[in-house]
């Protein structure tokens, strides 16, 4: 990381990291959610899905894509692991999820900054295959709620996007775009307003002695995966966790 993206996160909590995947990648990567996620005929609405890691090599190289490696170390530890995934595609006029998060809300969900070091608990990878100009909706958050300590005040309107409030902002990406957020941060999914589908690939990920999921990914899973790869895939633990890189 740089050390103007490092003050960016330590400031807001989150970053947006340009040009993520190359138009290539996307297009892949939209091609096998069309054929593992189809709409189906004469229904509308938001789709959902979990372990899109496993929808095959074009999804199984996001747990470990060069671009995001070095902010996973650098946010989390050498050590963090996948603890769940999935993906959220949305319609034009449907509703999100209302603000949530922020520190100690649940157990993993911590910021810490110490001796020039940044750490989290659970962090969140997102990748665009779709825009989200200002305005479109989807992710929303409140910059640098991951260190405030009176966030119990914020008004629930506010939290329910009943009622626009100047500090709640949703941050515009392209598509091959990537959002790296710590799960301290409040933040949620805004109603989507653009045409166009929104789909949002979500990868969450956790230091290696924790997990939020009680579900822990196999890497016997997975399609020939590689060392690096069952390292990311092992179980929390403590003892003897190799470092991812």
């Known amino acids: 990381m740089t050390p103007e993206e490092k003050f960016l996160f330590d400031l807001h909590g989150y970053l947006v990291i340009k040009n993520v995947l190359t138009p290539a990648e996307v297009a892949e990567l939209n091609a096998v959610a069309d054929e593992r996620l189809p709409r189906e005929k004469g229904a509308t609405g938001g789709r959902r899905s979990g372990q899109i890691s496993r929808w095959g090599p074009a999804y199984q190289r996001l747990i470990d894509h060069p671009r995001i490696l070095p902010y996973l170390v650098d946010l989390i530890d050498a050590k963090f692991r996948l603890d769940h995934d999935y993906c959220i595609f949305m319609d034009e006029g449907d509703a999100g999820g209302h603000l949530h998060g922020g520190e100690g809300h649940e157990g993993d969900h911590w910021y810490k900054y110490r001796d020039g070091q940044m750490r989290n608990g659970l962090c969140v990878v997102t990748y665009f295959l779709s825009p989200a100009a200002a305005g479109d909706g989807g992710f929303a958050c409140i910059p640098g709620t991951h260190k405030s300590n ?18 709640v902002i949703q941050p515009p990406v392209e598509a091959g775009d990537a959002l790296f957020f710590t799960e301290a941060l409040i933040h949620g999914t805004m109603p989507w307003r653009a045409r166009h589908e ?20 196999k890497a016997d899973d997975y399609q020939d995966p590689t060392e690096q790869q069952r390292r990311i895939l092992s179980p929390p633990s403590v003892g003897n966790r190799p470092d991812v890189v």
Request: proline letters at 13%; zero cysteines.
């Open 198 to 217: 929104r789909r949002a690939l979500l990868y969450k990920f956790s230091p290696g002695h924790s997990a939020w999921s009680q579900k822990y990914p």
């Open 150 to 167: 009176f966030v119990g005040s914020i008004p629930r309107e506010v939290m329910r996007f009943e009622r626009p409030a100047p500090y």
